[in-house]
């Protein structure tokens, strides 16, 4: 097949049905739940780990309540409640948890800081790993709908909170921005209406990480065949010729690793600025972040197909409509057009991700119509989750009259969720200054290119500057 082919992969979506669910309905209310096309992962088995989910009391909360155990969906569990419980609940949402069938459950980072303001908080494992972002939304839910069930036959007997807020990490970002999403209040199977959310290091624009990943990817090895042709051309997605050890040799003199930043080749340089583009535009920090070792994990994860690991049914991944750039110029010159004219081009498939009649999206979406107070970390330097999801998460607020409701913060870190617990600690009591005072926090301008290239973007609400990286004045 010729390199600048484009493929089609638009199978029927049998099943995919467009109509929205009432909210709130139980299961019985819903049309019966599709049988086609059918998933790996509906085909997979997970078990709790229970012997993890006890945890031990920190210090200066002796008293307060700990409970773990296992949901009927088998999701573990931990729930905390100080023993001056304000009322209020935090539900946390876990970050990826790999392919493995063992359940696990995370404390929450901002834990000291839940106890020590009155907050219970309550963690799940899911009911199943990979990236399975409408299980993570369906039980923590459930785990916040059954908070008084739980402290009830524990021997506490509570009142329902009177808020209820939610924060997550990475795919737990994703998990927290779907779940305030209001098709997520019309089609899931749990519904809870949070109060005030806290996504960091977030997949807030859904599905364009698993493009994005492809388009790196696909990038790099065309740019290492265009400079090598003893690297092979992509022959389609699934790759089953990608070669990432190749692509290494052209386009690295030194291979990022986490003790080291990588050194690029002229032609790593080409990469760089792709990367750059495709990951947000001219920033600070940037460039950092591409020779750090997430080169590594963007690399493995996104010469996959484009159905998730089996989170779809079908492939989604396209690239038909994107421009690759060397440099910050818009207009192309000739090296790059060649390049843009001869890189293997895939049409997307929206449908592998459309709405179902059994419940949210195999992949929840995050529109961006939410009418709660909302403050969101996005790391400059993050090559995984890149900064581009902070922008396109505030195009789709914007469109849907929900921008007064985001308050976004870039932040001066390299790598993928490396913020300080200071950082975490303001974004989330800054969050709740708005939602009970009405106090709306200062955040910064995502979508002005000139801002965003300033030297010292980022610097308001960087708490400390990173070892290595430009100091901030």
């Given at each position: 097949?010729?390199?600048?082919?484009?493929?089609?992969?638009?199978?029927?979506?049998?099943?995919?049905?467009a109509a929205s669910i009432a909210a709130c309905g139980s299961d019985s209310d819903r049309d019966p739940a599709p049988s086609d096309p059918s998933r790996v992962q509906d085909q997979r088995t997970f078990t709790a780990d229970e012997a993890s989910l006890p945890f031990e009391a920190l210090e200066g909360h002796k008293n307060a309540s700990r409970w773990w155990g296992v949901r009927p969906s088998g999701a573990g569990y931990r729930m905390e409640v100080p023993e001056n419980w304000n009322g209020k609940l935090v539900m946390?949402?876990?970050?990826?948890?790999?392919?493995?069938?063992?359940?696990?459950?995370?404390?929450?980072?901002?834990?000291?800081?839940?106890?020590?303001?009155?907050?219970?908080?309550?963690?799940?494992?899911?009911?199943?790993?990979?990236?399975?972002?409408?299980?993570?939304?369906?039980?923590?839910?459930?785990?916040?709908?059954?908070?008084?069930?739980?402290?009830?036959?524990?021997?506490?007997?509570?009142?329902?909170?009177?808020?209820?807020?939610?924060?997550?990490?990475?795919?737990?970002?994703?998990?927290?921005?779907?779940?305030?999403?209001?098709?997520?209040?019309?089609?899931?199977?749990?519904?809870?209406?949070?109060?005030?959310?806290?996504?960091?290091?977030?997949?807030?624009?859904?599905?364009?990480?698993?493009?994005?990943?492809?388009?790196?990817?696909?990038?790099?090895?065309?740019?290492?065949?265009?400079?090598?042709?003893?690297?092979?051309?992509?022959?389609?997605?699934?790759?089953?010729?990608?070669?990432?050890?190749?692509?290494?040799?052209?386009?690295?003199?030194?291979?990022?690793?986490?003790?080291?930043?990588?050194?690029?080749?002229?032609?790593?340089?080409?990469?760089?600025?792709?990367?750059?583009?495709?990951?947000?535009?001219?920033?600070?920090?940037?460039?950092?972040?591409?020779?750090?070792?997430?080169?590594?994990?963007?690399?493995?994860?996104?010469?996959?197909?484009?159905?998730?690991?089996?989170?779809?049914?079908?492939?989604?991944?396209?690239?038909?409509?994107?421009?690759?750039?060397?440099?910050?110029?818009?207009?192309?010159?000739?090296?790059?057009?060649?390049?843009?004219?001869?890189?293997?081009?895939?049409?997307?498939?929206?449908?592998?991700?459309?709405?179902?009649?059994?419940?949210?999206?195999?992949?929840?979406?995050?529109?961006?119509?939410?009418?709660?107070?909302?403050?969101?970390?996005?790391?400059?330097?993050?090559?995984?989750?890149?900064?581009?999801?902070?922008?396109?998460?505030?195009?789709?607020?914007?469109?849907?009259?929900?921008?007064?409701?985001?308050?976004?913060?870039?932040?001066?870190?390299?790598?993928?969720?490396?913020?300080?617990?200071?950082?975490?600690?303001?974004?989330?009591?800054?969050?709740?200054?708005?939602?009970?005072?009405?106090?709306?926090?200062?955040?910064?301008?995502?979508?002005?290119?000139?801002?965003?290239?300033?030297?010292?973007?980022?610097?308001?609400?960087?708490?400390?500057?990173?070892?290595?990286?430009?100091?901030?004045?």
């Amino acid at each position: 097949m010729d390199s600048h082919s484009v493929i089609s992969l638009k199978p029927l979506a049998i099943g995919l049905l467009a109509a929205s669910i009432a909210a709130c309905g139980s299961d019985s209310d819903r049309d019966p739940a599709p049988s086609d096309p059918s998933r790996v992962q509906d085909q997979r088995t997970f078990t709790a780990d229970e012997a993890s989910l006890p945890f031990e009391a920190l210090e200066g909360h002796k008293n307060a309540s700990r409970w773990w155990g296992v949901r009927p969906s088998g999701a573990g569990y931990r729930m905390e409640v100080p023993e001056n419980w304000n009322g209020k609940l935090v539900m946390y949402a876990h970050g990826y948890r790999g392919e493995g069938e063992t359940l696990t459950v995370s404390d929450p980072s901002l834990r000291a800081w839940f106890l020590d303001n009155g907050y219970a908080w309550a963690a799940s494992s899911y009911s199943t790993n990979y990236y399975d972002v409408r299980t993570g939304v369906e039980d923590t839910n459930e785990l916040a709908l059954a908070f008084n069930e739980i402290a009830s036959a524990n021997g506490r007997e509570l009142d329902t909170p009177s808020k209820i807020y939610i924060t997550g990490h990475s795919m737990g970002g994703h998990v927290t921005a779907a779940a305030i999403e209001q098709e997520t209040y019309d089609t899931a199977n749990n519904v809870v209406h949070y109060d005030g959310a806290v996504p960091m290091c977030g997949v807030v624009a859904d599905t364009l990480e698993f493009n994005y990943l492809a388009w790196f990817t696909m990038a790099a090895q065309h740019l290492a065949h265009t400079a090598d042709n003893s690297v092979p051309p992509l022959e389609g997605i699934p790759a089953t010729n990608f070669d990432a050890d190749a692509i290494n040799a052209v386009l690295w003199d030194e291979v990022p690793t986490p003790a080291a930043l990588g050194t690029p080749t002229a032609e790593g340089e080409k990469m760089m600025a792709i990367s750059r583009n495709l990951s947000g535009g001219e920033r600070p920090i940037a460039d950092i972040g591409f020779r750090t070792y997430y080169w590594g994990v963007v690399m493995g994860t996104g010469g996959r197909d484009g159905t998730v690991n089996g989170i779809l049914a079908d492939n989604l991944t396209g690239n038909a409509d994107v421009t690759y750039q060397f440099d910050n110029d818009p207009a192309l010159t000739a090296e790059e057009q060649a390049f843009n004219d001869t890189i293997l081009r895939v049409e997307e498939n929206p449908a592998a991700n459309g709405p179902r009649s059994d419940g949210l999206r195999w992949i929840p979406v995050v529109n961006g119509e939410f009418t709660i107070p909302v403050v969101s970390l996005q790391g400059l330097g993050d090559l995984y989750v890149p900064f581009r999801h902070a922008q396109i998460y505030r195009e789709r607020a914007t469109a849907n009259g929900s921008d007064t409701w985001l308050v976004q913060r870039a932040l001066r870190s390299p790598g993928h969720c490396d913020f300080t617990q200071e950082e975490q600690e303001t974004a989330f009591a800054d969050m709740i200054n708005w939602e009970q005072n009405s106090v709306k926090p200062d955040g910064d301008e995502i979508l002005d290119p000139a801002v965003v290239a300033d030297p010292d973007y980022g610097c308001q609400f960087t708490s400390e500057d990173r070892p290595g990286l430009p100091a901030c004045p």
